[in-house]
């Protein structure tokens, strides 16, 4: 059984920082682009970072440049998000993704966050609240 569980969400103030984790199991994590997508209530899901499994290719949705960082550990199996200096609009329930890329292709289907777009599996979010 296919699971991407995701951990981390919490109350924080603006200004503040949380790290979110992904466990991923039922699938091989190193044939996978990792990532991490939000919604906020009212609003259609979005993209805002990715990690390539085969290259290590990080790309970024431009309103958490600079601030947000993925990472992955293929030991573990886990994908983290680092979120720093978060603001109102953060705001979300944080899930994480995961899209087949199998390493012997080489090179990376795509470059750009639309790695992560044509997802395979999805898992439960964690919430994030950011008050001002």
């Known amino acids: 059984e296919v699971q991407l569980q995701a951990s981390g969400g919490g109350l924080v103030q603006a200004g503040g920082s949380l790290r979110l984790s992904c466990l991923a199991s039922?699938?091989?994590?190193?044939?996978?682009?990792m990532g991490w997508f939000r919604q906020i209530p009212g609003k259609e899901r979005e993209g805002i970072a990715c990690?390539?499994?085969?290259?290590?290719?990080?790309y970024y949705e431009d309103s958490v440049k600079g601030r947000f960082t993925i990472s992955r550990d293929n030991a573990k199996d886990m994908v983290y998000l680092q979120m720093n200096n978060l603001k109102p609009e953060d705001t979300a329930v944080y899930s994480c993704?995961?899209?087949?890329?199998?390493?012997?292709?080489?090179?990376?289907?795509?470059?750009?966050?639309?790695?992560?777009?044509?997802?395979?599996?999805w898992g439960q979010g964690t919430q994030v609240t950011v008050s001002s």
């Open positions: 990690i390539s499994n085969i290259n290590g290719s990080t």
């Open positions: 039922g699938f091989t994590f190193d044939d996978h682009a």
């Open positions: 993704v995961a899209r087949y890329q199998p390493r012997f292709l080489g090179e990376e289907l795509f470059r750009g966050l639309e790695l992560c777009y044509d997802y395979d599996y």
